[in-house]
């Protein structure tokens, strides 16, 4: 009886170790990694090829004469945004209309403005659209002092300042 002692208890171990294995739940694992994701803020700025300075400037006009000035505008950072012109202050010491100014986007051949000089609302933003990152785009002014101006209007001024603004476009995602 000692030879059926000796082969229970192994198949005793064995069964035990398998009761043990079965219970476990052994199941199948796979992991998968990324590396660090990154996310990098957009810029907007723009260059002003007059930045600082006037688009024009001419004294001694006189009836019938015309003055023509220009700058550029380019969106420098890497959003698109909206571009807009804001008169900030303005004087026109001249009579009626005789001092007219029209602003064109010659670039798309877009009229931004035409009418008395001073006659944008100063303080109201004029809307330019959208501008792409990297796209530069030219602006004239064309200030025109009527033919029939009346001696009344001799030594009479007008002036103005622009101020140009970009605001990025909003609600935009990307998937990738």
Known sequence: ????KKVLLPLATMAAAGAIA????????SQSNNTV?????GTLSQSNSKDGGAVFNLTNMKPGDTLNGSLTLTNTGSLPAT???????S??????????????NTTTGTPVYNGT?????????NDLGVVQPGVATTYKFTVKLATTTPNADQGKTAS???????IQLNGETTNQ
């Open 1 to 4: 009886m000692q030879m059926s």
């Open 22 to 29: 079965v219970g476990s739940g052994a199941t199948f694992t």
């Open 117 to 125: 000089f001073g006659g944008l609302v100063d303080g109201t933003k």
């Open 160 to 166: 103005a300042s622009y101020q140009w603004d970009s």
């Open 37 to 41: 994701s990154a996310v990098t803020s």
């Open 91 to 104: 004087t026109n010491g001249f009579t009626g209309d005789n001092l007219s100014l029209v602003i064109t």
């Open 83 to 89: 571009f807009s012109l804001t008169e900030t202050a």
